[in-house]
C-alpha cells in the first residue's frame, strides 16, 4: 500500500509544508487555484468520468456557492463563512430539478441542459439586480490578511473530495456509476435505478463544486457573474482539468489541476511574470509584443489544448501514463 | 399458479404490430421455449416484460402481480433476470466487476457482493476470466456472461434470448449444461432460441409465434410436428438455418 | 395592437435566419448524433468573411454568400475530416468526446478572429442597412425581408436536396442507421463530411445575411450556438421541419419578450423556453408532426 501510494504521499507532504516552505503571496495564490480546481475537478470527474454524464454547467453550482456566501454576507451581513456550509447543499437544490427534468430523457439532453443551466443561472444573475447587485458584483471584507488559512481550507476540502472519490469508487455507488457509464440499459436490467443513482452523482458533484464556490468567494472578496458563471473560465477549465490529467481516475484531476492553473498562468502572467522581467532587464525589442500577444492567447491555448488532448491523449495524463512512458523511452 | 402470464400482449411500432395479443404462462420449475423465425417479435416480448419499452395493451402477471407498468430495475428487483440477444457486457469493466455490479442488488456490503460474485462464476464456469476485462471476451465467454450477471441478481425467473447463437457444438453442449443446472438451482427459464437442437433438448413446453401471432404452443414434439410451424420455418425459404446441426 | 402585429413580424423574420441556423445543426445532429457546440462559431468566422469582403473589395454581402458558403463548406468539412472523423476511432473512457472536440474547435475559432480583428465591435453599413418599407402601418426591414427570402430559399433547396437528391437520399440513410446504410455501400465517413460542410455553409448563410443589420465581434458566436441547440432541441432533436417550426418560435419568443419584458430578457427568453419544452414536450416539435 505504502509503496505503491508512495509519490501520492510525497504530494500530500509537499503540500501540508508548502506555505511554510514558500512565503511568496503569488505562488501561494497559484497553489490556493490549484487546490480549488482539484475539487471542481474531482466532482467534475465522478458526474463525467465515471457516471458518464458530461456536464456543461459547472459554473453554475461553482457560482450559486459563491453567490451563497456572497449574498449571505452582503444582505444579511452574517458571516461569509457559514457559506462554506451552505453553498454546498444550496448547488445540490438547484441541481435537483434539473436532473430531475433532464436525466429521464436519453441523448444529449443532459450535456445540452447542463450548457443551458449554466447561462440560465449567470443572465438571472446578471438581471435580478436587486438580489445580485448584477454586472457590479459582490465585494465583501476578506477574514484573513494572510494566505495561509485560506491555503489549508483548499486543502482540506481538496483531500475531502479525493476521499469522497477513494470511498466512492469502493462502495456500491462506485459499481453503479461505472456500470451506468459503460450502458444504461445494461445498468437498469441487473436492477440499478438509473435516473436515481444519476442524481445522486449529481448532487455530490453539485455538492463539491458548491463548496468551493463558497471559499472562493471567502478567500477572493468579489465575485460578479462574469467571473463565477463563466463558461470558459469554469465551465470549460473544470472539464480540461480532467481530460488533461485523466478521465475516470482518481488522481487524474490532481495532475489536472496543476497543468492547467500553470498554462492558464504561463500565458495570462507571461511565463509567471517571467517575461515581463526579462524585458525590463534586456529593454525593448521584440518582448514587450511577444509579451502582449502571449498574455492575450490563454483562452487560445485552452483551446488548442482541448483539441490536441482529445487528439493525442484522450485519457489524459494519468490514464495515458504508460503510453507517454513508452513514448519518452523510445526517444 | 403460474409465475408469469401474459395475457393479450401486444406492441405496435407506428405501423407496425411487432407482438399481436400473444397468451402465454409460464410454471414454477419449468424451461419454456419461445420461439419463431426472425423477426416475429421474440425480442419484443422479453422487452415489454422487463420494461425497456411498455406494452401498447395487454398485461403481464409476475407472480400474481400486474407489472406492466412496473419500471426496468424494479422488475430486476422482483426476481426477472434477463439477458440480451445482442450482448451488453460492461465493456470497460473486469468480467468480476461486472458480475459484482448485479450482486450488489441483493447484498449489502463491498465483501458480500464479492463472495456472491465469484460463487456466481463459478456456477456458471466463468472464474477463469474473472479479471479479464469485459470487451476483450470471446463470444461464448460474452454470451456466458450475460446469463452470469443475470444470476447474480438472483432471479426466481430468467429470460434468456439467444444464448446460444454462434457458439460451436462443443460450446452449445455446455450452454445446454449450464441452463439445465440454472433449472436445477430452482430458477424458472423462458428461452428463445433458433438453434432446434437445443430448444427441443431442453424445454418442458414451447410457444411459437410467427409476425407477432401465436401460432401454437405444445411438447416439443407436438409443436416440431405441427404444420403451421414448419410451413411458418421453411416458407421463409431460410428453413435450412433451422434445421439441426 | 400595431405593436404587437410588429414584433410578430420582426419575429418572424428573424425566425427565418434561425431556421436556417438550426437546420444546419440538425442536420449534424441527425447523421452525427452529436451536438455541434461550435456552430455559432462558424457563423461568427462567415460574419467576419463577409465583413473583410465588403471592407477591402467592396463586395455587397449578398454577393459574398457565394463565396461565404462554399468557404465554411470547406471549413467545416475539414473539422470533420481532421479533427472529429478521427475521433471515432480512439478508444476513450470520455463520453461525448467529439462534443468537447467542437467546444476546443468553437474557442479557437473565436481566439482565432479575436487575435486579427481585436475585441472591438464592427459592423457593416450598406445602402439598405436601415432601408425599411411599409405594408399597412407595419414597418418591414429590407435587408431583414431579404434575409428571410434567402433563408427559405435555402429551407426550399434543402429539403430537395435531402428528398431527390442520390446524395441528400445518402445522408437520410445515414441519419437513421449508418450500419446499415455502410453495408448498403454508403461511405459513411465521407457523408459525415459532407454533412458537416452543409451544416456550416448554412449557417454561413445566416451569418452573411444577418451582417448588414446586425453588429459583429469575435464572441457573437457564442450566443447564437446556444440558440442554435435551443432550435434543435425545440424542433425534436434532428428533424428538419422541427428545426423550421423551431426556429421561427425563438424569434417569435424572442421579439416579444424583448418589446414586452425589456431587451435584457432577450437571451433568457430562449433558455425559458427550452426549460418548457424539456419539461412538456421532451421530444420537440418532433412529437406533434411525426416528420
Ligand atoms: N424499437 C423498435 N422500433 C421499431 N420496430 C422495431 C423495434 N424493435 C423491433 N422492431 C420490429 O419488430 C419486429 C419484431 O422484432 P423482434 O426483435 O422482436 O424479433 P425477434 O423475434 O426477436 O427476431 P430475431 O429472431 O431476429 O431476434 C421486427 O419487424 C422489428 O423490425
Ligand atoms: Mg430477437
Known amino acids: 500500500m505504502l509503496r505503491e501510494r508512495g509519490w501520492e504521499l510525497s504530494l500530500l507532504a509537499v503540500l501540508l509544508v508548502f506555505p511554510l516552505a514558500v512565503q511568496d503571496a503569488y505562488f501561494r495564490h497559484l497553489m490556493i487555484l490549484v487546490l480549488l480546481w482539484v475539487t471542481i475537478g474531482t466532482g467534475w470527474n465522478l458526474l463525467a468520468g465515471y457516471t458518464g454524464q458530461v456536464s456543461f454547467g459547472t459554473a453554475a453550482f461553482f457560482g450559486v456557492g459563491a453567490y451563497t456566501a456572497g449574498l449571505l454576507a452582503h444582505h444579511l451581513e452574517i458571516s461569509a463563512w457559514w457559506g462554506l456550509l451552505l453553498g454546498g447543499p444550496l448547488a445540490v437544490l438547484v441541481g435537483f430539478p434539473f436532473g430531475w427534468i433532464s436525466f429521464p430523457l436519453r441523448g444529449a439532453y443532459f450535456a445540452l441542459g447542463s450548457l443551458a443551466l449554466g447561462e440560465i443561472m449567470r443572465l438571472l444573475a446578471t438581471v435580478w439586480e436587486s438580489l445580485t447587485e448584477g454586472m457590479v458584483g459582490i465585494l465583501i471584507m476578506q477574514t484573513f490578511v494572510s494566505k495561509v488559512p485560506y491555503y489549508y481550507l483548499a486543502l482540506g476540502l481538496a483531500l475531502a473530495s479525493i476521499l469522497v472519490m477513494e470511498l466512492v469508487t469502493r462502495s456500491r455507488l462506485g459499481y453503479y456509476f461505472v456500470s451506468i457509464r459503460e450502458d444504461q440499459d445494461a445498468a437498469a436490467s441487473i436492477g440499478i435505478d438509473t435516473t436515481r443513482y444519476k442524481m445522486v452523482s449529481l448532487s455530490l458533484h453539485a455538492f463539491l463544486t458548491g463548496t468551493a464556490g463558497a471559499l472562493y468567494m471567502n478567500y477572493m472578496g468579489f465575485i460578479d457573474p462574469q467571473v463565477v458563471f463563466s463558461l470558459s473560465d469554469i465551465s470549460i477549465m473544470a472539464i480540461l482539468v480532467v481530460i488533461v490529467g485523466g478521465v475516470g481516475t482518481i488522481m487524474g484531476p490532481v495532475v489536472g489541476a496543476f497543468v492547467m492553473v500553470a498554462v492558464q498562468e504561463i500565458f495570462r502572467s507571461g511565463g509567471f511574470g517571467g517575461l515581463k522581467a526579462l524585458t525590463q532587464a534586456v529593454g525593448g525589442g521584440f518582448l514587450p509584443v511577444l509579451t502582449k500577444y502571449i498574455t492575450q492567447a490563454h483562452v487560445l491555448a485552452f483551446g488548442v489544448l482541448v483539441v490536441v488532448v482529445i487528439m493525442t491523449l484522450p485519457n489524459g495524463i494519468v490514464g495515458d501514463w504508460s503510453r507517454i512512458k513508452r513514448a519518452l523511452r523510445r526517444g | ?245 | 395592437m400595431d405593436v404587437l402585429l410588429q414584433t410578430l413580424v420582426a419575429g418572424l423574420l428573424k425566425g427565418g435566419l434561425y431556421a436556417l441556423i438550426g437546420i444546419g445543426m440538425t442536420l449534424i445532429m441527425g447523421v452525427m448524433g452529436i451536438i455541434n457546440l461550435a456552430h455559432g462559431q462558424m457563423m461568427m468566422v462567415a460574419m467576419y468573411l463577409t465583413f473583410v469582403l465588403f471592407t477591402f473589395l467592396g463586395l455587397d454581402p449578398y454577393f459574398s454568400l457565394l463565396l461565404t458558403m462554399p468557404a465554411l463548406f470547406l471549413l467545416g468539412a475539414a473539422v470533420q475530416r481532421w479533427a472529429l472523423n478521427p475521433l471515432l476511432k480512439v478508444e476513450s473512457l470520455l463520453p461525448q468526446n467529439q462534443v468537447l472536440m467542437t467546444v476546443g474547435i468553437g474557442m479557437v475559432l473565436t481566439e482565432v478572429m479575436r487575435f486579427i480583428f481585436s475585441s472591438n465591435y464592427q459592423s457593416l453599413k450598406t445602402g439598405y442597412s436601415d432601408a425599411t418599407f411599409f405594408l399597412g402601418q407595419i414597418s418591414f426591414s429590407v435587408p431583414l425581408t431579404i434575409a428571410f427570402l434567402v433563408a427559405c430559399l435555402f429551407t426550399s433547396l434543402m429539403f430537395w436536396f435531402l428528398l431527390k437528391t442520390d446524395l441528400g437520399r445518402s445522408i437520410r440513410a445515414v441519419a437513421q442507421d449508418a450500419e446499415a446504410a455502410q453495408l448498403m455501400g454508403v461511405n459513411a465517413e465521407r457523408i459525415r463530411t459532407i454533412t458537416m460542410g452543409l451544416g456550416a455553409a448554412l449557417v454561413a448563410a445566416a451569418g452573411t445575411l444577418l451582417l448588414p443589420v446586425y453588429y459583429l465581434f469575435p464572441d457573437i458566436g457564442k450566443p447564437f450556438t446556444t440558440k442554435a441547440f435551443i432550435i434543435t432541441i425545440l424542433g425534436g432533436l434532428g428533424s428538419t421541419v422541427g428545426a423550421i417550426l423551431g426556429g421561427v418560435t425563438l424569434g417569435l419568443a424572442e421579439a416579444l419578450g424583448s418589446t414586452f419584458l425589456g431587451m435584457q430578457y432577450e437571451d433568457l427568453v430562449g433558455l425559458v423556453i427550452f426549460i418548457l419544452v424539456l419539461l412538456f414536450l421532451p421530444g420537440g416539435f418532433k412529437r406533434l408532426t411525426k416528420v
Do not use: W
Not at chain 2, 12 to 32: H, K, M, T, W, Y
Not at chain 2, 62 to 80: E, S, Y
Not at chain 2, 128 to 150: C, D, M, N, Q, V
Open chain 2, 1 to 245: 399458479m403460474a409465475i408469469l402470464e401474459v395475457k393479450d400482449l401486444t406492441k405496435n411500432f407506428g405501423g407496425l404490430r411487432a407482438v399481436d395479443s400473444v397468451n402465454f404462462a409460464v410454471q414454477p420449475g419449468e424451461i419454456f421455449g419461445l420461439i419463431g423465425p426472425n423477426g416475429s417479435g421474440k425480442t419484443t416480448i422479453f422487452n415489454m416484460i422487463s420494461h425497456f419499452y411498455p406494452a401498447s395493451s395487454g398485461s403481464i402477471i409476475f407472480n400474481g402481480a400486474d407489472i406492466t407498468r412496473t419500471k426496468t430495475h424494479q422488475v430486476c428487483a422482483l426476481g426477472i433476470g434477463r439477458t440480451f440477444q445482442i450482448v451488453r457486457p460492461l465493456k470497460r469493466m473486469t468480467v468480476l466487476d461486472n458480475v459484482i455490479a448485479s450482486a450488489f442488488l441483493r447484498c449489502r456490503t463491498m465483501g458480500e457482493a464479492r463472495k456472491a460474485a465469484e460463487e456466481t462464476l463459478e456456477f456458471c464456469g466463468l472464474t477463469p476470466y474473472a479479471k479479464h476485462l469485459a470487451r476483450g471476451l470471446s463470444i461464448a465467454s460474452r454470451k456466458r456472461l450475460e446469463i452470469t450477471r443475470a444470476m447474480a441478481t438472483r432471479p426466481t425467473l430468467l429470460l434468456l434470448d439467444e444464448t446460444a447463437a454462434g457458439l460451436n457444438p462443443g460450446e452449445l453442449d455446455e450452454a445446454i449444461a449450464l441452463i439445465k443446472q440454472i433449472r436445477e438451482s430452482g430458477v424458472t427459464v423462458v428461452i428463445v432460441e433458433h438453434i432446434m437442437r437445443v430448444i427441443m433438448a431442453i424445454s418442458d413446453r414451447i410457444h411459437c409465434i410467427n409476425h407477432g401471432q401465436t401460432i401454437t404452443e405444445g411438447t416439443p414434439r407436438e409443436v416440431a410436428n405441427h404444420p403451421e410451424v414448419i410451413a411458418a420455418y421453411l416458407g421463409h425459404g431460410g428453413g435450412g438455418q433451422y434445421a439441426d446441426h
